[in-house]
C-alpha cells in the first residue's frame, strides 16, 4: 500500500503537477522583484496604483520571491500598463433598471531582468472580470462573496442604490486586482 502510493506520488509529480507558487520557473539569478510605475490607459484614475499593491502583495504572499523598494535593489522589474477597463450591466428588472454590472479589465505585463534588460515573461491581453450587485434585494447576503466584503447585511436597507453600487463596485475591482494579480504571479513564475 505504501509503496502504491508513493508511486503515484511521484508519478504525478513526473507528469509536472505541483502545488502553484511552489515552482518558479524564472531563472536563478531572479530572487527580487520591484514593481515598477503601472501605466494606465484607461478613464479610471489610480487601478494602476492598485494593481501594483496588489501584484507587490501576490509576490510576498508566495514567499519565493522577494519584493524591492526599488529597482536598484532588485533582479528584475515587473510593468506594463492597464489597457482598458470596461463596465457594463449584466443584469435587469422588468422595467430595465439594472440589478448587476461586470468590472472588465485587461492589463498588459512584463518582467524585465535589471542587468541586461532582457524580458524574461510577458503577457498582453491578461483579462479579468467581476461581478457586482446594485440594489440591496440581488445580493446574496449568504455568499462568501459578500461575506468576505466590508457591508453588514443588517444596513443594506440604509443605503440608497447610489451609494451601494459604489461600495460594492469598488469591492469587487479590489477583488479583480487581487485575482488579476495572482493569475498574473502564477503565470510568471509557473511558466504557462
Keep these: 500500500m505504501r509503496i502504491a502510493l508513493l508511486a503515484s506520488l511521484l508519478a504525478v509529480q513526473a ?13 536563478e539569478d ?12 484607461s478613464a479610471y484614475p489610480g487601478l494602476e496604483k492598485m494593481l501594483g499593491f496588489a501584484l507587490e502583495d ?25 489597457a482598458a477597463v470596461d463596465l457594463y450591466a449584466v443584469s435587469f428588472d422588468q422595467n430595465d433598471l439594472a440589478l448587476q454590472y461586470q468590472w472588465s479589465v485587461v492589463a498588459d505585463l512584463y518582467l524585465r531582468r535589471n542587468s541586461d534588460g532582457k524580458v524574461l515573461w510577458q503577457i498582453d491581453g491578461l483579462r479579468q472580470s467581476d461581478e457586482y ?10 455568499s462568501e462573496q459578500f461575506q ?21 463596485g ?23
Excluded at 502545488?19 to 518558479?24: D, E, H, R, Y
Aim: hydrophobic share 40%; aromatic share 4%; with cysteine.
Design 15 to 27: 507528469c509536472g503537477y505541483h502545488l502553484a507558487g511552489s515552482n518558479v520557473a524564472l531563472p
Design 148 to 168: 468576505q466584503g466590508t457591508l453588514d447585511a443588517q444596513n443594506l436597507p440604509n443605503f440608497t442604490e447610489v451609494q451601494l453600487a459604489e461600495s460594492e
Design 58 to 82: 501576490a509576490i510576498s504572499r508566495w514567499g519565493k520571491l522577494r519584493v524591492a523598494d526599488d529597482a536598484g535593489g532588485s533582479d528584475a522589474t515587473l510593468g506594463g500598463r492597464i
Design 30 to 41: 531572479v530572487k527580487s522583484i520591484h514593481v515598477g510605475k503601472l501605466g494606465n490607459d
Design 170 to 192: 469598488r469591492i469587487a475591482m479590489n477583488r479583480l486586482l487581487k485575482d488579476m494579480a495572482r493569475d498574473a504571479y502564477a503565470l510568471m513564475t509557473e511558466g504557462f
Design 133 to 142: 450587485s446594485a440594489v440591496a434585494q440581488v445580493i446574496v447576503t449568504s
